[in-house]
């Protein structure tokens, strides 16, 4: 089956600790890319890869890392994670090109305490 | 600079009602894509439609119909004779073809809530 899936789907955390949550996918998609989904803000984007070792800034890449070494994957880390990073994040794949849809993620539930 | 706008947060209609959510765009890119999104109470992200700049032709699928308008920038979302299972929140989404930022940019959402 197709799917995008990250792990953990829920994690309590506290402020400083820094966490790691992976995104994989099996569709052989070039394009992957996180959100983070808060109320009234809608899905902003932090971070998109665009292939393997080639990543980009979204519109809220501020205290969050990503890395790409293999096409499949795509884990989105925080380093020192603080409150505000509390929050519901989403990873997608797409294959190439402005015109695909994307497909997403369960999404992951981080509180940071 | 690219911008979504989903100006509706919330909107309640009575089941069979027609409802319209509407989304107005920004972008500078003469190629650039539209695209609609479901987000159902259990969360999960749902694709329901592409629309590219250049075609401009209105689609229908079902109950759903969609209403893109380049001189006006929007691109609209129509309910006919909506069900409860229609409460979700509703995202709408531009990608820009040529300017190679390959950026996704998503509205606020509008929530919809069809009661019985």
């Known amino acids: 089956e197709a799917q995008v899936t990250q792990n953990p789907r829920y994690l309590i955390t506290v402020t400083g600790k820094k966490l790691t949550v992976t995104c994989s996918q099996n569709?052989?998609?070039?394009?992957m890319s996180w959100y983070r989904q808060d109320p009234g803000l809608g899905l902003r984007q932090i971070y998109y890869s665009m292939n393997v070792e080639v990543t980009d800034k979204g519109d809220v890449p501020e205290g969050y890392k990503v890395s790409r070494k293999e096409k499949r994957n795509f884990p989105l880390i925080l380093e020192s994670p603080s409150p505000n990073q509390t929050s519901l994040y989403f990873c997608?794949?797409?294959?190439?090109?402005?015109?695909?849809?994307?497909?997403f993620g369960d999404g992951t539930r981080l509180s940071i305490l | 600079a690219q911008k979504v706008t989903q100006a509706q947060t919330e909107i309640s209609v009575v089941e069979k009602e027609d409802v319209t959510l509407d989304c107005v765009y920004e972008?500078?890119?003469?190629?650039?894509?539209l695209f609609w999104y479901k987000q159902p109470p259990s969360g999960e992200l749902v694709f329901l439609i592409r629309r590219n700049s250049f075609d401009e032709q209105n689609e229908i699928s079902g109950r759903y119909s969609w209403n893109f308008q380049k001189s006006t920038s929007s691109f609209n979302f129509t309910i006919t004779a909506s069900q409860v299972v229609d409460s979700a929140v509703y995202f709408c989404?531009?990608?820009?073809?040529?300017?190679?930022?390959?950026?996704?940019?998503f509205g606020t959402g509008t929530r919809l809530k069809v009661l019985a």
């Open positions: 972008t500078r890119d003469t190629t650039y894509y």
């Open positions: 569709m052989n998609h070039e394009y």
């Open positions: 997608a794949s797409k294959t190439g090109g402005s015109n695909q849809p994307q497909h």
């Open positions: 989404a531009l990608s820009e073809g040529l300017s190679g930022t390959y950026k996704y940019i």
